[in-house]
């Protein structure tokens, strides 16, 4: 089993990854968890391939186990289905002692984390992520939140899991799109801090070639994000790098209403666009756009997506990262190093058309 700490003082945990860990959830799990409860949260895609599993290693080591399932897709992740959760937790004798499984892709991290940290002022929090996407981003760094109408993870929190278990088996069974989905935060990873590890994911050029490597492409994306969460755990500075192809990605996502493009599709156009800014703003390399797009297509991923200028407006004015009229863009130096920069949002909207 391979083991990474992230180091927050009073918070910290750790990340524990391993082929049929899943088995192993309970007896990881009962020397951190104070509680009598563990409430999983799941959703319909990923309750007939695993909650049965979770809920058994659980029983094992000597909880009481209740599941809550969500529907599948980002539309779940609404203030209203939020609602739900909170009264179903409420419904099952959820305590201030229990705990809060998330056991899924993103969206249920991202939920199940924000429903834990706002029930009873806040219960333990466990992650246990079956995608790649909340393998290696979403379940790790304490980010979680909700949409809005005005724009996606508007509304959340910082809180921390007290661990994270993930079980590169569970990938075995995403389909290709939701693998590709999951590659593009992969590549970012790239991007941002690692040009060896850019390098590495074009010579294995597959999702054949990267589930031979999986384990070590999994904790070294995890060690990157744990290395930028323990310096800025509150996104004020280094780890907006983590947002690159976020920014504009976003605006995909909100434009075709989280139905059309999935979140790493998005990001992947996201990514293409900050480098053909970050050129015009004469910071990255011409070259780096072709890169990233040939990277980005051996996994079929998309390199352009269509907005209209609207829906550039209407979203990032209403971005995170904004300080007043000034936005921070992430854009590369080079292919492994990345920069976080102030732009006016007029300025932004114009380069974007």
């Given at each position: 089993m391979s083991t990474l700490r992230v180091n927050l003082p009073g918070r910290e945990y750790d990340i524990v990854c391993q082929k049929g860990i899943l088995d192993k959830a309970g007896s990881l799990l009962r020397p951190i968890l104070k509680g009598k409860l563990a409430a999983?949260?799941?959703d319909s895609n990923v309750e007939p391939l695993y909650a049965a599993r979770v809920a058994r290693s659980l029983h094992l080591a000597g909880f009481q186990v209740a599941l809550l399932e969500i529907p599948a897709g980002e539309t779940s992740k609404c203030p209203e289905v939020l609602c739900q959760v909170w009264e179903q937790l409420m419904d099952v004798g959820l305590t201030r002692t229990d705990a809060v499984i998330a056991l899924g892709g993103g969206v249920v991290g991202d939920l199940a984390g924000f429903a834990a940290a706002t029930i009873l002022r806040g219960v333990d929090f466990v992650q246990i992520p079956t995608t790649l996407l909340a393998q290696v981003d979403s379940s790790v760094g304490g980010k979680v939140a909700v949409d809005l109408e005005a724009g996606k993870n508007l509304?959340?929190?910082?809180?921390?899991?007290?661990?994270v278990i993930m079980d590169p088996d569970c990938l075995n069974t995403l389909p290709n799109r939701v693998f590709s989905d999951g590659m593009a935060e992969v590549i970012k990873y790239g991007c941002i801090w690692d040009r060896a590890f850019f390098d590495?994911?074009?010579?294995?050029?597959?999702?054949?070639?990267?589930?031979?490597d999986i384990e070590s492409v999994l904790l070294r994306c995890c060690d990157?994000?744990?290395?930028?969460?323990?310096q800025d755990e509150r996104?004020?500075?280094?780890?907006?790098?983590?947002?690159?192809?976020?920014?504009?990605?976003?605006?995909y996502e909100k434009a075709y209403h989280y139905e059309t493009y999935t979140h790493g599709e998005a990001v992947a156009a996201g990514m293409v666009v900050a480098a053909s800014l970050g050129t015009a703003l004469g910071i990255t390399p011409p070259e780096a756009k072709d890169e990233i797009s040939a990277l980005l297509r051996q996994f079929g991923l998309?390199?352009?997506?269509s907005a209209t200028p609207e829906d550039y407006r209407s979203t990032l004015v209403k971005d995170k990262k904004s300080q007043g009229s000034r936005i921070h863009l992430v854009v590369l130096e080079e292919i492994g190093k990345a920069k976080t920069l102030p732009l006016e949002q007029s300025r932004l909207l114009n380069m974007l058309g």
């Open positions: 999983i949260v799941t509304a959340g929190a910082f809180y921390q899991p007290k661990m590495h994911l074009a010579a294995l050029g597959s999702r054949k070639a990267i589930m031979e990157i994000k744990r290395q930028v969460v323990e996104d004020t500075g280094l780890r907006m790098l983590l947002n690159f192809g976020h920014t504009v990605g976003h605006v998309p390199t352009e997506i």
